[in-house]
């Protein structure tokens, strides 16, 4: 009996709690705005110094993270052209987080919208007979 008790508890130690706790981990929220003429980065309520850069600052917060595979949340400001949003994204990858969500906010309107992706497409100039016209 004891045994059984024992190999209980292990099995929720060893697998049920660990997966657990990534499941319930919170995601990393990065914020980036337009401020003059620069971007300036807040991970997780912090500023990023320029000293830092964004890179090592997503690195550090993934190292620290337990979560196995955990999410990064990310914020953009409207006013940004959309190739600093796909840049954030791939510094992002870099810093090995492959799951996260774009969201871009508007302070003025008090809007804000998620940017989702889907499969890729190939690319054509000619009309297809597969297209509707």
């Given at each position: 009996m004891l045994r059984i008790c024992f190999?209980?508890?292990l099995g929720i130690f060893l697998f049920a709690l660990p997966s657990r706790l990534a499941a319930d981990a919170a995601p990393a929220i990065l914020?980036?705005?337009k401020v003059a003429s620069n971007l300036t980065y807040t991970l997780n309520g912090k500023a990023v110094?320029?000293?830092e850069g964004i890179l090592l600052a997503l690195s550090r917060c993934r190292d620290a993270d337990a979560g196995k595979d955990p999410e990064l949340t990310v914020?953009?400001?409207e006013a940004l052209p959309f190739s600093s949003v796909t840049e954030v994204m791939g510094i992002a990858g870099k810093a090995r987080y492959f799951r996260f969500r774009v969201f871009v906010f508007d302070k003025q309107k008090r809007a804000m919208y998620e940017v989702t992706y889907s499969k890729s497409l190939p690319f054509s100039m000619t009309v297809s007979s597969a297209v509707p016209r």
């Open positions: 190999s209980v508890l914020v980036v705005e110094r320029r000293s914020f953009a400001s």
